[in-house]
């Protein structure tokens, strides 16, 4: 079975600080991996997809990296902002249909 | 553009009762995923359809049943709750097709209190 880890758990920063957070993963055989933002009761919003055959995505200050032999993937926050602070969780989509959830690290960016 | 819908938002319900959920995919998707996710847990698989058939299946108690309908909406029904079933349930739907490029779209959730 697919085990998904995120390190740290949670993270504590200053506004305009970059960071990275990140996710493993124990299954290489995977379609994609996607990274999701999670505000306090609320649904999960997709951020990037990040292809089993690419290395990279960017949407605007997030950049994703995927290692797929390693089995990790980095979600990189440029110019943090307060309005970042949210639970920050990787999701791999892997055999059988079935997406695997890490356990999602927690940001505070503080003004 | 259209995102999954789930409904209720908010369900208070006391022990031993019964609840559903309902979840409306995008339009077009071919596929379900129910997941439960506790306070400060990550989002737990439940269940999956696609086709209108049940595709696979996660942790999901034998209390609870799931299906979706002609019309691709799915139903969770939660029979003989227990206070450990107070979670937040989310819905999702996908393509299966070219999966290594379709993201899986979650809905805003179904907060369901068990007291």
């Known amino acids: 079975k697919q085990e998904v880890t995120q390190i740290p758990a949670a993270l504590s920063v200053p506004e305009g600080e970059n960071l990275v957070l990140n996710c493993s993963f124990t299954?290489?055989?995977?379609?994609?991996l996607q990274w999701f933002r999670q505000d306090p009761g609320k649904g999960l919003t997709s951020l990037l997809l990040?292809?089993?055959?690419?290395r990279e995505q960017t949407s605007g200050r997030l950049n994703a990296s995927l290692d797929k032999s390693s089995g990790r993937s980095t979600l990189y926050i440029a110019a943090s902002q307060p309005g970042d602070s949210a639970t920050y969780l990787c999701?791999?989509?892997?055999?059988?249909?079935?997406?695997?959830f890490g356990t999602g690290t927690s940001l505070t960016v503080i003004p | 553009a259209a995102g999954v819908i789930q409904s209720p938002r908010h369900l208070i319900k006391e022990k031993r009762e019964t609840a559903t959920l309902k979840c409306y995919p995008i339009?077009?998707?071919?596929?379900v995923y129910w997941y439960q996710q506790g306070p400060g847990q990550d989002p737990q698989f439940l269940i999956s359809f696609y086709e209108k058939m049940q595709s696979d299946k996660g942790s999901i108690p034998d209390r609870f049943s799931a299906q979706q309908f002609s019309d691709y909406h799915s139903e969770l029904n939660m029979s003989s709750l227990e206070l450990g079933d107070s979670a937040l349930y989310f819905c999702?739907?996908?393509?299966?097709?070219?999966?290594?490029?379709?993201?899986?779209?979650f809905g805003e959730g179904s907060w369901l209190t068990v007291v």
């Open positions: 339009p077009r998707h071919d596929t």
């Open positions: 299954d290489s055989a995977i379609y994609n």
């Open positions: 990040i292809q089993s055959s690419q």
């Open positions: 999702a739907s996908s393509f299966l097709a070219e999966r290594d490029r379709r993201p899986i779209y």
């Open positions: 999701a791999v989509r892997s055999t059988g249909n079935q997406f695997y």
